[in-house]
């Protein structure tokens, strides 16, 4: 017997392999393993969805009170030249042609450029605007009439130096992708005031759309019924929002009906936010069908208004989609954000800035005027900038062009609790590294999410096993000197 025995374990082991093991037994452990996943995922997601409120986009009480109930973020996409617009440089005009410090290159990295490019002076005039004396170009002369209203920031930096990355990091505070934006935060902490239009709006305009595309405006990890919707500033404002012929609104409003009812049925039992996210886009683009038309017919504006921003109600354009952005936070929209792509001079440095400045100076400036005329401007807060600067030295070897540059730039906000008629902060005098005053991408979101009535640290959300946040986990502060 015990003979037998052991012949029997002898050839289950010469049968039973590592390899005949792993090849035939790994589908039921997977399968196992793909169980404990899959149950993991629903009870995250149905956590995640008890988490949020029951309307996502309610308007919700902050931290603590707020400074800003609306943002229009006036997205200078391609990065405008500071030297050429806000931050005069009479030395970097004296050195014009000739080569930089050596020690102001140690260690710089840029996109294009050559070590030997030499600097390029101003190319145009610069005066000293209102009350505040602020410093603006000669090709600004709206923006300039608006100076005691303009709070101006010429100490900027961010990490990124090219296009797509460094406007990924301006909009949600990285330069990888899946991160949300500041409008989509904005929107998930706040809620909306608007019940029949989109609580984050998008507009864009320029030559082409942004280098690093939706994901400026995305929701990242955040349910998507928070990112932003574009609109379109001619025809309908979002394809398909009218309906076919032959379907009528009481058949789409039973339509709906069906389908909500078995939304939110698989809601109840899977708890994935998404299904919320389709509920509430459902229903929105059904109350849009009404309120968008009314939304993009500015020919109920008085002809001193269109006259001011210099539109034509039948053609798109950025004074256009600033008009829109006015109306839209009127109606209780939350962040409006505005994308004009045209601003990367890598040549044709003048008449690229004339043609930009021509195009967006009079529709910024108007954006304040109305704003302020209507009592609106001390709850709005604008914001005017790109991704990131432009060097001091000349691209290539004419004198036509200028690269990307991280180390220094300027932004500049207006309302919105914000310090007016300010100029804060300082770079070299070749506008080539910040030397006072420094504000990195970080401590502008926190300032922004600060005026909204946000402590940065605080506004998270779980994702991964972290308590994610716009400022990540590297250093940010509000920036206390700009504001009223």
């Given at each position: 017997m015990h003979q037998q025995v052991q012949t029997l374990r002898k050839r289950i082991a010469e049968n039973i392999s590592r390899r005949w093991f792993m090849r035939d037994c790994g589908v039921g452990l997977g399968a196992i393993a793909a169980t404990d996943l899959l149950c993991e995922s629903s009870a995250s997601n149905q956590a995640n969805a008890a988490s949020l409120p029951a309307e996502p986009l309610a308007a919700r009480a902050p931290h603590f009170p707020a400074k800003v109930k609306n943002v229009i973020y006036l997205f200078m996409a391609g990065a405008p030249s500071h030297l050429e617009l806000f931050d005069n440089k009479p030395q970097l005009a004296k050195f014009d042609g000739t080569l930089p410090p050596a020690e102001l290159l140690n260690g710089y990295r840029a996109a294009f450029i050559n070590p030997n490019s030499k600097l390029l002076g101003p190319k145009f005039k610069f005066d000293r605007y209102g009350q505040c004396g602020a410093e603006i170009s000669e090709i600004l002369p709206h923006t300039a009439s608006v100076a005691d209203e303009l709070t101006i920031v010429k100490s900027m930096k961010t990490d990124a130096f090219n296009h797509a990355p460094a406007q990924i990091m301006m909009n949600t505070g990285s330069q990888l992708f899946g991160k949300p934006s500041l409008g989509a935060w904005t929107l998930y902490g706040l809620g909306s005031e608007s019940k029949d239009l989109p609580g984050f709006v998008v507009f864009s305009s320029g030559a082409k759309g942004p280098s690093g595309g939706n994901s400026n405006w995305g929701s990242g990890f955040l349910p998507t019924v928070y990112s932003g919707v574009?609109?379109?500033?001619?025809?309908?404002?979002v394809l398909y929002l009218s309906n076919p012929p032959g379907v009528d609104s009481r058949a789409q409003r039973d339509a709906l009906d069906a389908i909500g009812n078995l939304n939110r049925q698989h809601l109840a039992e899977t708890g994935d936010p998404e299904i919320a996210t389709r509920i509430n886009s459902f229903e929105?683009?059904?109350r849009m069908q009404t309120s968008a038309p009314e939304l993009m017919d500015i020919r109920s504006e008085t002809q001193a208004t269109l006259d001011l921003y210099g539109v034509d109600p039948d053609k798109p354009s950025?004074?256009?989609?600033?008009?829109?952005?006015?109306?839209?936070?009127?109606r209780g929209v939350r962040f409006v954000q505005l994308?004009?792509?045209?601003?990367?001079?890598?040549?044709?440095?003048?008449?690229?800035l004339k043609k930009n400045c021509k195009d967006t100076d009079r529709a910024c400036a108007a954006l304040i005027e109305d704003l302020k005329q209507r009592g609106m401007l001390d709850e709005t807060l604008v914001i005017w900038g790109g991704e990131f600067g432009r060097t001091p030295m000349v691209q290539g070897g004419g004198d036509d062009g200028r690269d990307h540059h991280p180390n220094a730039f300027t932004m500049w906000m207006a309302g919105g609790g914000m310090k007016a008629g300010t100029t804060f902060g300082q770079s070299d005098e070749f506008g080539f590294n910040v030397t006072e005053d420094e504000v990195h991408v970080r401590d502008l979101h926190a300032t922004i999410l600060h005026q909204l009535g946000f402590d940065h640290r605080r506004l998270n959300f779980k994702f991964q096993g972290l308590d994610q946040r716009l400022t990540g986990v590297e250093p940010a502060r509000v920036v206390g000197e700009i504001l009223a």
């Amino acid at each position: 017997m015990h003979q037998q025995v052991q012949t029997l374990r002898k050839r289950i082991a010469e049968n039973i392999s590592r390899r005949w093991f792993m090849r035939d037994c790994g589908v039921g452990l997977g399968a196992i393993a793909a169980t404990d996943l899959l149950c993991e995922s629903s009870a995250s997601n149905q956590a995640n969805a008890a988490s949020l409120p029951a309307e996502p986009l309610a308007a919700r009480a902050p931290h603590f009170p707020a400074k800003v109930k609306n943002v229009i973020y006036l997205f200078m996409a391609g990065a405008p030249s500071h030297l050429e617009l806000f931050d005069n440089k009479p030395q970097l005009a004296k050195f014009d042609g000739t080569l930089p410090p050596a020690e102001l290159l140690n260690g710089y990295r840029a996109a294009f450029i050559n070590p030997n490019s030499k600097l390029l002076g101003p190319k145009f005039k610069f005066d000293r605007y209102g009350q505040c004396g602020a410093e603006i170009s000669e090709i600004l002369p709206h923006t300039a009439s608006v100076a005691d209203e303009l709070t101006i920031v010429k100490s900027m930096k961010t990490d990124a130096f090219n296009h797509a990355p460094a406007q990924i990091m301006m909009n949600t505070g990285s330069q990888l992708f899946g991160k949300p934006s500041l409008g989509a935060w904005t929107l998930y902490g706040l809620g909306s005031e608007s019940k029949d239009l989109p609580g984050f709006v998008v507009f864009s305009s320029g030559a082409k759309g942004p280098s690093g595309g939706n994901s400026n405006w995305g929701s990242g990890f955040l349910p998507t019924v928070y990112s932003g919707v574009q609109l379109r500033s001619v025809g309908d404002p979002v394809l398909y929002l009218s309906n076919p012929p032959g379907v009528d609104s009481r058949a789409q409003r039973d339509a709906l009906d069906a389908i909500g009812n078995l939304n939110r049925q698989h809601l109840a039992e899977t708890g994935d936010p998404e299904i919320a996210t389709r509920i509430n886009s459902f229903e929105m683009a059904f109350r849009m069908q009404t309120s968008a038309p009314e939304l993009m017919d500015i020919r109920s504006e008085t002809q001193a208004t269109l006259d001011l921003y210099g539109v034509d109600p039948d053609k798109p354009s950025f004074g256009k989609n600033c008009l829109l952005a006015r109306r839209l936070v009127e109606r209780g929209v939350r962040f409006v954000q505005l994308f004009h792509e045209a601003w990367d001079q890598h040549g044709n440095l003048v008449g690229g800035l004339k043609k930009n400045c021509k195009d967006t100076d009079r529709a910024c400036a108007a954006l304040i005027e109305d704003l302020k005329q209507r009592g609106m401007l001390d709850e709005t807060l604008v914001i005017w900038g790109g991704e990131f600067g432009r060097t001091p030295m000349v691209q290539g070897g004419g004198d036509d062009g200028r690269d990307h540059h991280p180390n220094a730039f300027t932004m500049w906000m207006a309302g919105g609790g914000m310090k007016a008629g300010t100029t804060f902060g300082q770079s070299d005098e070749f506008g080539f590294n910040v030397t006072e005053d420094e504000v990195h991408v970080r401590d502008l979101h926190a300032t922004i999410l600060h005026q909204l009535g946000f402590d940065h640290r605080r506004l998270n959300f779980k994702f991964q096993g972290l308590d994610q946040r716009l400022t990540g986990v590297e250093p940010a502060r509000v920036v206390g000197e700009i504001l009223a």
